[in-house]
């Protein structure tokens, strides 16, 4: 009579090969968003360094030119073609309001699975004029 056992020597390479790809796909979202966590504070930081820059600014010819030059060499880290900059200010004068807001086209897909399409992150900061 033929003796039957019980061998369990493969079963640790099929569970792993199971989860293997919930693994991966946690692990690549978790790399995603940090990297879209740092894009958004570098946007934040430029737009702040931007906002800075048109408080000051006011008698500066080109002041809405330098702003946002100031913005581009501030987001060393985001692609240029991907960021658009623009300067709000009602009127240049002392004590008026300057607001500047940032977006920037992020990249939303993991595993070549696009979550977004048009995925964009804004910053928007405001100054008051000196």
Same mark, same amino acid.
């Given at each position: 009579?033929?003796?039957i056992?019980?061998?369990? &020597?493969? +079963?640790?390479?099929?569970?792993?090969?199971?989860?293997?790809?919930?693994?991966a796909?946690i692990?690549?979202? %978790?790399?995603?968003?940090?990297?879209?966590?740092?894009n958004y504070? @570098?946007? @934040?930081d430029?737009?702040?360094a931007?906002?800075r820059k048109?408080?000051? *600014?006011?008698l500066?010819?080109?002041?809405?030119d #330098?702003?946002v030059? @100031?913005? +581009?060499?501030a987001?060393?880290?985001?692609?240029?073609d991907?960021l658009? %900059?623009?300067?709000d *200010?009602?009127?240049?004068?002392?004590? #008026? =309001?300057?607001t500047? =807001?940032? *977006?920037?086209?992020?990249d939303?897909s %993991?595993?070549?699975? #696009?979550?977004k399409? #048009?995925?964009?992150?804004?910053?928007e900061t405001?100054?008051r004029? &000196?």
């Amino acid at each position: 009579m033929a003796r039957i056992t019980k061998r369990e &020597e493969g +079963q640790s390479v099929v569970e792993f090969a199971l989860v293997l790809p919930l693994l991966a796909l946690i692990l690549m979202s %978790i790399l995603k968003f940090g990297i879209l966590f740092n894009n958004y504070l @570098t946007l @934040t930081d430029a737009v702040r360094a931007g906002a800075r820059k048109a408080a000051v *600014s006011r008698l500066d010819v080109n002041r809405n030119d #330098d702003v946002v030059a @100031t913005v +581009q060499n501030a987001a060393t880290a985001l692609t240029k073609d991907d960021l658009s %900059i623009t300067v709000d *200010s009602p009127s240049w004068g002392p004590g #008026d =309001k300057v607001t500047v =807001k940032g *977006s920037y086209k992020c990249d939303l897909s %993991i595993l070549g699975i #696009d979550l977004k399409p #048009d995925c964009h992150i804004t910053s928007e900061t405001t100054e008051r004029v &000196e």
